[in-house]
């Protein structure tokens, strides 16, 4: 087991900040430029970052807490971070993706804030017998991705897997749910949000048809990834996702779970073992170098830098489809 995230110093950075933002009740300084006017909307990571732009258009500042190329999981947050998510127009965020933001939400006014993990339908990651040996052997629920059932009700996202934006149609509708919020808040521009949604809305049905039919006919249907992000995409495109971390990407796989992936490689006749862009793909040319397999790229676009395949999600799900019509042996 890796050390645990630093959560104890980050509540002391929480619980200093909103000290000082109490006792200093008008800051000043955050990027949304003109004083008065209303602050950006600040969201929590790319794929919402990116939908918002999309659906603004430029009519609102936009701005997002996680920085191009870091690790989206383990985010730690400043103080003058904490700062601006409070002086926010509108938090955007998917709670149960990112504990430092999940953490620093609780200070911001609740009227201001829009947590989209319930309209992503997120359903809790997929456990099989080659990842995790050891942990909770809950094996159910993977194969009924589809209706999203609420599963246990109440708020235990921890367990849920956050990547929705990798199904397009779960990313359409978190689209849509952010376009109502901004559209309730700011009537003025809901027309000109709602034509961009629909616009966005367009271009994601185009990409999920363009995976669908891409992805329609392989030979191989196990997906060996290194961390757990494609579950919503191998639920969608008729894939079995198998990680060899686990749904986030810090997890380090036991000798045994390797020992497991191996097998099943072999044993499925899987050719294509994936890594990412982020995070350090040994475990992946581990997996590979024991048998056989080749290690392609797929990005699970957590954040675009220059590393990335493509200048936007638009672009990396592209360049993903033809990862995989390869590496799955698609006709
Ligand atoms: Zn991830």
């Not at 319930?118 to 209706?147: F, I, R, W, Y």
């Not at 294509?272 to 170098?289: C, D, G, M, R, S």
Request: overall charge negative.
């Amino acid at each position: 087991m890796p050390a645990p995230p630093p959560r104890r110093v980050l509540s002391a950075v929480v619980a200093a900040t909103a000290l000082a933002l109490t006792t200093a009740a008008c800051g000043s300084g955050s990027d949304s430029g003109s004083g008065s006017a209303a602050g950006a909307v600040v969201t929590s990571f790319y794929p919402i970052q990116f939908a918002t732009q999309q659906i603004t258009g430029g009519a609102l500042p936009v701005t997002v807490l996680t920085k191009p190329g870091a690790e989206p999981h383990d985010l730690e947050l400043a103080p003058q971070d904490i700062g601006g998510l409070t002086k926010a127009r509108l938090v955007v965020y998917a709670d149960g993706f990112q504990p430092a933001v999940d953490e620093a939400v609780v200070l911001v006014d609740p009227t201001k804030v829009l947590d989209v993990a319930d309209v992503a339908k997120l359903v809790p990651a997929s456990t099989d017998d080659s990842d995790h040996a050891g942990e909770s052997g809950t094996e159910t629920e993977q194969h009924d991705t589809a209706d999203g059932h609420d599963g246990h009700d109440g708020h235990d996202h921890g367990a849920d897997d956050p990547h929705f934006w990798l199904d397009p149609s779960r990313y359409a509708a978190v689209a849509q749910a952010i376009s109502a919020r901004l559209s309730k808040d700011d009537p003025a521009n809901a027309p000109v949000y709602a034509k961009n949604t629909a616009i966005f809305v367009e271009k994601l049905s185009a990409l999920d048809e363009e995976m669908r039919v891409g992805l329609q006919q392989c030979r191989v249907k196990e997906l060996v990834t290194s961390h757990a992000a494609f579950g919503y995409l191998a639920a969608r495109y008729g894939f079995e996702q198998r990680g060899i971390t686990g749904v986030s990407p810090e997890a380090e796989p036991s000798a045994t779970a390797l020992k497991a992936v191996g097998d099943l490689v072999r044993s499925a006749g899987v050719t294509t073992i994936y890594q990412e862009t982020l995070v350090e793909p040994h475990f992946a040319q581990t997996v590979a170098e024991s048998t056989g397999a080749k290690v392609a790229t797929l990005d699970p676009i957590e954040g675009i830098t220059s590393a990335s395949v493509g200048a936007d999600y638009f672009e990396v799900m592209r360049s993903n489809l033809v990862a995989l019509r390869d590496g799955q042996e698609c006709s």
